[in-house]
């Protein structure tokens, strides 16, 4: 019998096996998919010559992150690099606005879009400066973040109290109206705001847009060198060291409740393991409560909740090997990392528009990835493994585009979609398309195939938006890891703060079930031994 399951060998299941690791308890991870990583992988399906991450690919977050900082990856071989720049937005007119690690290049290059831009974003970055360690101690501590909240409100009144709060209220349209007079300062808040699913008039999407811009300039957007699949090397790694097993292959299909508590999981091969102490689940809110406990053992009143849970927007992806650098009319493009492709303001409100009458956009705003310009060792010299993603309706009632699209997501639309995302790759890089040697499509279908909790190709674990942010994620009132059911925890990015690689909802759910334990909170052993001898060949089983 082991103290602790952990379902789901994401990198917040990960991080939650070695946070309870650490204290010194014993851990079983169980995986449904044949290797580890969760949406932190990478492989060379592409081309065998090319290392192309499955899923994410850049993480300011992590570098952020002290829960990461925590664990010393480092000592596991874990190396991270940089690409030249940060982030481009090119224009079709040529003009490109470029975030630089050196917030110096960054205001110079805004003021060549408008004069006295390049001091407003530098305004910017001197409240960043001020809130920086409470705002990221409020995002990375389990909800409600006290210590962290307090000084947080205290630097604010430094720094323009209620009306900085104001401006992170805004939607980012207006926040970048109100801050800068050129499209360069617009163009990067708005694109950064894009990497959730908040439209340009969402409220607090300037916020958000504000904060993964100042993430971006102060810690960059590094990618692990070999690809995103090392990161998830170091946390296995680090786990193996301290004895722990991580079993790929597994699903588990059902938490085992008895007396009101959670006392093991039962898995799809018919076996079960019994958790002395708690479940940890690296899943999502609807797949943990729906699927894995039943809603029959919920209160009424959470089961509602649940029907509400809006899920983040779908994801198409297309990952390419080519034969050379992409040709970017705007040469800034080129050292970036990760590049931003829409023609402005209205067209990103124009997508996400589109996306809200779940139309399938006819120009995708696209994110496109540059990963042998950020890491060389990604692709043979004088060639570019390079992907880009847009995002979808769930639902699809139709197509804005000529190609009268479904959302069925069959052969025929994949390469009809992944089509349109290149040809707007070719709107800023003719001759793009001629350096294409192979490409792979992951169509919503498959992303949610490769893994389970990136439901129709959802990546967040659910919305970013306001209304199931802090005390509602993922359901009113439920904004802490400990769920209805005593013992278990929720650990994937469902919980606060929700979606982006940095580990905080696994380490919040390892240490709720930590104190809870130093608490004398006692799962009942009659339960435990019950389930224990139901396996096979007198391994912990299930009913």
Same mark, same amino acid.
């Given at each position: 019998?082991? @103290?602790?399951?952990?379902?789901?060998?994401? &990198?917040?299941? *990960?991080?939650?096996?070695?946070?309870?690791? @650490?204290?010194?308890?014993?851990?079983?991870?169980?995986?449904?998919?044949?290797?580890?990583?969760?949406?932190?992988?990478?492989?060379?399906?592409?081309?065998?010559?090319?290392? $192309? @991450?499955?899923?994410?690919?850049?993480?300011?977050?992590?570098?952020?992150?002290?829960?990461?900082?925590?664990?010393?990856?480092?000592?596991?071989?874990?190396?991270?690099?940089?690409?030249?720049?940060?982030?481009?937005?090119?224009?079709? @007119?040529?003009?490109?606005?470029?975030?630089?690690?050196?917030?110096?290049?960054?205001?110079?290059?805004?003021?060549?879009f408008a004069p006295g831009d390049g001091a407003a974003w530098e305004d910017l970055c001197r409240v960043w400066d001020r809130l920086r360690e409470d705002l990221l101690g409020t995002l990375f501590t389990p909800f409600p973040p006290v210590r962290a909240a307090v000084?947080?409100?205290?630097?604010?009144?430094?720094?323009?109290? *209620?009306?900085?709060?104001?401006?992170? *209220?805004?939607?980012?349209?207006r926040l970048a109206e109100e801050e800068f007079t050129g499209d360069g300062g617009r163009l990067l808040l708005a694109g950064n705001a894009l990497h959730a699913d908040l439209?340009?008039?969402?409220?607090?999407?300037g916020g958000f847009g504000w904060l993964m811009s100042m993430l971006g300039q102060t810690y960059?957007?590094?990618?692990?060198?070999?690809?995103?699949?090392?990161l998830t090397a170091a946390l296995v790694r680090r786990l193996g060291r301290?004895?722990?097993?991580?079993?790929?292959?597994?699903?588990?299909?059902?938490?085992?409740?008895?007396?009101?508590?959670?006392v093991g999981?039962?898995?799809?091969?018919?076996?079960?393991?019994?958790?002395?102490?708690?479940?940890?689940?690296?899943?999502?809110a609807p797949q943990l409560y729906r699927d894995l406990v039943g809603e029959d053992r919920l209160p009424p009143r959470l089961r509602d909740d649940l029907r509400r849970f809006q899920w983040d927007w779908g994801t198409f992806k297309v990952d390419w090997a080519l034969d050379g650098p992409i040709p970017w009319t705007a040469p800034e493009a080129g050292p970036a990392g990760t590049v931003h492709l829409a023609d402005g303001m209205d067209a990103l409100t124009r997508f996400a528009a589109q996306l809200a009458m779940s139309r399938i956009p006819d120009h995708p705003f696209a994110l496109l990835?540059?990963?042998?310009?950020?890491?060389?060792?990604?692709? &043979?010299?004088?060639?570019?493994s390079a992907w880009a993603y847009t995002h979808v309706p769930h639902r699809v009632r139709g197509d804005a585009g000529p190609d009268a699209l479904t959302g069925r997501w069959d052969h025929r639309e994949q390469e009809i979609m992944a089509d349109r995302i290149e040809r707007e790759?070719?709107?800023?890089?003719?001759?793009?398309?001629?350096?294409?040697?192979?490409?792979?499509?992951?169509?919503?279908?498959?992303?949610?195939?490769?893994?389970?909790?990136?439901?129709?190709?959802?990546?967040?674990?659910?919305?970013? $938006?306001?209304?199931?942010?802090?005390?509602?994620?993922?359901?009113?009132?439920?904004?802490?890891?400990e769920t209805p059911v005593p013992g278990l925890y929720l650990a994937s990015s469902s919980a606060h703060p929700g979606g982006a690689v940095h580990g905080a909802p696994g380490a919040n759910a390892a240490r709720a079930a930590l104190r809870a334990h130093g608490a004398g909170r006692r799962v009942l052993a009659g339960a435990q031994r019950a389930l224990a001898t139901r396996g096979r060949g007198g391994a912990p089983g299930g009913p």
């Amino acid at each position: 019998m082991t @103290d602790a399951v952990v379902i789901g060998a994401g &990198p917040n299941g *990960l991080v939650a096996a070695n946070v309870l690791a @650490d204290a010194g308890w014993s851990v079983e991870v169980l995986e449904a998919q044949d290797e580890p990583g969760g949406a932190v992988r990478s492989d060379r399906g592409v081309h065998p010559d090319f290392v $192309s @991450d499955v899923f994410s690919a850049f993480y300011p977050m992590a570098a952020a992150s002290p829960v990461l900082a925590r664990l010393a990856l480092d000592r596991e071989g874990l190396r991270w690099t940089h690409a030249p720049r940060v982030v481009a937005h090119p224009l079709p @007119d040529g003009r490109c606005a470029v975030l630089d690690r050196d917030r110096r290049v960054t205001a110079a290059g805004l003021d060549a879009f408008a004069p006295g831009d390049g001091a407003a974003w530098e305004d910017l970055c001197r409240v960043w400066d001020r809130l920086r360690e409470d705002l990221l101690g409020t995002l990375f501590t389990p909800f409600p973040p006290v210590r962290a909240a307090v000084r947080l409100a205290a630097r604010l009144r430094g720094v323009g109290g *209620l009306r900085l709060a104001r401006s992170m *209220l805004l939607p980012v349209r207006r926040l970048a109206e109100e801050e800068f007079t050129g499209d360069g300062g617009r163009l990067l808040l708005a694109g950064n705001a894009l990497h959730a699913d908040l439209a340009p008039e969402s409220a607090c999407s300037g916020g958000f847009g504000w904060l993964m811009s100042m993430l971006g300039q102060t810690y960059g957007f590094p990618v692990p060198v070999g690809g995103a699949g090392e990161l998830t090397a170091a946390l296995v790694r680090r786990l193996g060291r301290r004895g722990v097993a991580v079993r790929c292959g597994e699903r588990v299909t059902e938490v085992v409740v008895r007396g009101g508590r959670a006392v093991g999981v039962v898995t799809a091969s018919g076996g079960g393991v019994a958790a002395r102490r708690a479940v940890l689940a690296d899943v999502t809110a609807p797949q943990l409560y729906r699927d894995l406990v039943g809603e029959d053992r919920l209160p009424p009143r959470l089961r509602d909740d649940l029907r509400r849970f809006q899920w983040d927007w779908g994801t198409f992806k297309v990952d390419w090997a080519l034969d050379g650098p992409i040709p970017w009319t705007a040469p800034e493009a080129g050292p970036a990392g990760t590049v931003h492709l829409a023609d402005g303001m209205d067209a990103l409100t124009r997508f996400a528009a589109q996306l809200a009458m779940s139309r399938i956009p006819d120009h995708p705003f696209a994110l496109l990835g540059q990963m042998t310009t950020t890491d060389a060792t990604r692709s &043979p010299a004088g060639t570019e493994s390079a992907w880009a993603y847009t995002h979808v309706p769930h639902r699809v009632r139709g197509d804005a585009g000529p190609d009268a699209l479904t959302g069925r997501w069959d052969h025929r639309e994949q390469e009809i979609m992944a089509d349109r995302i290149e040809r707007e790759v070719e709107r800023y890089a003719p001759g793009f398309r001629h350096r294409i040697r192979a490409r792979r499509v992951l169509a919503p279908p498959t992303l949610q195939a490769a893994d389970g909790n990136l439901y129709g190709g959802a990546i967040n674990g659910g919305t970013t $938006s306001l209304h199931q942010q802090a005390v509602f994620r993922p359901l009113p009132g439920t904004g802490r890891p400990e769920t209805p059911v005593p013992g278990l925890y929720l650990a994937s990015s469902s919980a606060h703060p929700g979606g982006a690689v940095h580990g905080a909802p696994g380490a919040n759910a390892a240490r709720a079930a930590l104190r809870a334990h130093g608490a004398g909170r006692r799962v009942l052993a009659g339960a435990q031994r019950a389930l224990a001898t139901r396996g096979r060949g007198g391994a912990p089983g299930g009913p």
